[in-house]
């Protein structure tokens, strides 16, 4: 798996839509072997972006829930975190 995508599922608060979509664009980049979409690309990009956005909302949705929460934040939460 890409050690850039993180695990949603078990999140507390929920994995929210932002967050959902970071991964969804993050796995398109990976196997589309694009860092940035070109304008040839970007309605491709887009859509595919939107298409993974929404089943993994949908698998999130159906899955039961975790025993434990994930090991890792989501780089979202991350940035949102304060610093001390």
């Known amino acids: 798996m890409c050690r850039n ?3 949603l599922r ?3 608060p929920p994995a929210t839509t932002a967050e959902i979509e970071a991964a969804a664009r993050q796995y398109v980049r990976k196997v589309g072997g694009v860092q940035a979409p070109s304008a040839a690309t970007v309605d491709a990009f887009d859509r595919a972006v939107q ?3 929404e089943a993994t909302a949908g698998l999130l949705a159906e899955l039961p829930p ?3 929460a994930p090991r890792t934040e989501p780089p979202l939460r991350r940035l949102a975190r ?3």
């Open 5 to 7: 995508i993180t695990v």
């Open 51 to 53: 298409a993974v956005t």
């Open 82 to 84: 304060p610093t001390a």
């Open 66 to 68: 975790r025993r434990a």
């Open 10 to 12: 078990g999140l507390e």
